[in-house]
């Protein structure tokens, strides 16, 4: 994929960014940090105090279990949204033209709710792929190819 000079690349997943800026050129890509955040969200089994519920059926002796709350998931939910509206404040302040977004099925998912026009209009690509853990250098070969 080709990485134009200036193009934005937001690198999430449910917990954390990465914002990267292409300060190279097309044929030589260098990719330099703008802003990261990182939120840790514990496993739902440390976030809830009680176990699920039960519900009684309203006639007979049928008793059904509750699904337990996924907090964790919730958290990774609200992370995305928080980065959409940061995606959104720059979008606004005129920070980037262009925008490649790189992240798991899911949070690719949650993040297309939150986007707005703005962001919707300078998405120039989407990626499939978690690469929150790997260093500036290899994010850099892996969309340069």
Not at 18 to 45: C, F, I, K, W, Y
Not at 99 to 124: F, G, M, N, S
Not at 127 to 134: A, G, S, Y
């Amino acid at each position: 994929m080709s990485l134009p000079h200036n193009v934005f690349v937001l690198v999430a997943d449910g917990e954390k960014y990465l914002m990267l800026r292409n300060r190279g050129t097309v044929r030589q890509p260098a990719l330099a940090v703008e802003a990261h955040d990182a939120h840790d969200s514990q496993p739902t089994h440390l976030q809830g105090s009680d176990s699920p519920g039960r519900v009684f059926a309203s006639t007979g002796a049928i008793r059904s279990s509750v699904e337990q709350t996924d907090f964790h998931r919730l958290e990774k939910e609200k992370f995305a949204a928080r980065t959409a509206a940061m995606l959104a404040q720059r979008a606004a302040a005129g920070d980037f033209d262009e925008l490649i977004v790189v992240a798991p099925a899911r949070t690719l998912a949650e993040l297309r709710k939150h986007y707005d026009a703005a962001v919707q209009a300078r998405i120039k690509a989407e990626i499939d792929k978690d690469l929150t853990n790997h260093p500036v250098a290899e994010i850099t070969a892996i969309l340069g190819d």
